[in-house]
């Protein structure tokens, strides 16, 4: 196996092997997992007429809970609020990156099935590592080259939203496998809520 060595080749490469394990470590997830509630007042993804958040985001019937301002202490969340968090994430930097820079929060649609949420994540982050790969090293150094209204991207290099990404990615999918594994040794605060 033979790594990149100059900076975009090592952000995409990580990003790679990240991609990969977690792939391998999603493998059938159900829907019972995706929606598992590890605490009381789990934010997840809910049916817009079910959830009792103070605000959510997302286009249609589904929608990701979350608060604004975020509380200091913000509640657990869910693996399927997680992987809609990566996928938002990543779709919505993409768009503000290589797209039309038009959509925003309420633009997605918000997956409500564990198959679902895998395969829009997975073809989203391919798609977003496709188009890093093109760029030279002097885009990586620009200052705004993604406009994402909702970050540091309109102020800092286009390498440093890169690295932020990867961190994203890695430590959600963390997460993700730990609230697999607990879901998985039936933990006493277990319960799939009313979505399905």
């Known amino acids: 196996m033979e790594l990149r060595t100059d900076r975009v080749g090592i952000l995409l490469d990580q990003l790679k092997f990240s991609f990969?394990?977690?792939?391998?470590?999603?493998?059938?997830?159900?829907?019972?997992?995706y929606f598992w509630e590890p605490a009381e007042g789990a934010w997840s993804v809910r049916r817009r007429t079910e959830t009792s958040a103070s605000a959510a985001f997302g286009k249609g019937e589904w929608v990701c809970e979350y608060a604004a301002p975020?509380?200091?202490?913000?509640?657990v969340t869910t693996i399927a609020w997680r992987?809609?968090?990566l996928i938002v994430g990543f779709d919505l930097?993409?768009?503000?990156?290589?797209?039309?820079?038009?959509?925003?929060?309420?633009?997605?649609?918000?997956?409500?099935?564990?198959?679902?949420?895998?395969?829009?994540?997975?073809?989203?982050?391919?798609?977003w590592s496709e188009d890093v790969?093109?760029?030279?090293?002097?885009?990586?150094?620009?200052?705004?080259?993604?406009?994402?209204?909702?970050?540091?991207d309109t102020g800092?290099?286009?390498?440093?939203?890169l690295w932020w990404q990867n961190r994203e990615f890695i430590h959600h999918m963390a997460e993700i496998a730990l609230l697999r594994d607990l879901a998985r040794?039936?933990?006493?605060?277990?319960?799939?809520?009313?979505q399905h």
């Open 133 to 152: 790969a093109g760029l030279d090293e002097t885009q990586l150094d620009t200052v705004g080259l993604s406009q994402f209204p909702a970050g540091l």
């Open 20 to 33: 990969e394990y977690a792939r391998e470590r999603m493998a059938g997830l159900t829907d019972d997992e």
């Open 70 to 75: 975020e509380p200091s202490s913000p509640p």
């Open 93 to 127: 930097r993409w768009e503000w990156t290589f797209g039309g820079r038009e959509k925003l929060f309420d633009d997605l649609e918000i997956p409500h099935t564990a198959d679902d949420a895998q395969d829009q994540l997975w073809k989203i982050v391919d798609r």
């Open 185 to 194: 040794a039936g933990c006493s605060n277990h319960s799939s809520g009313s």
């Open 83 to 85: 992987m809609a968090h």
């Open 156 to 161: 800092i290099p286009f390498i440093g939203i």
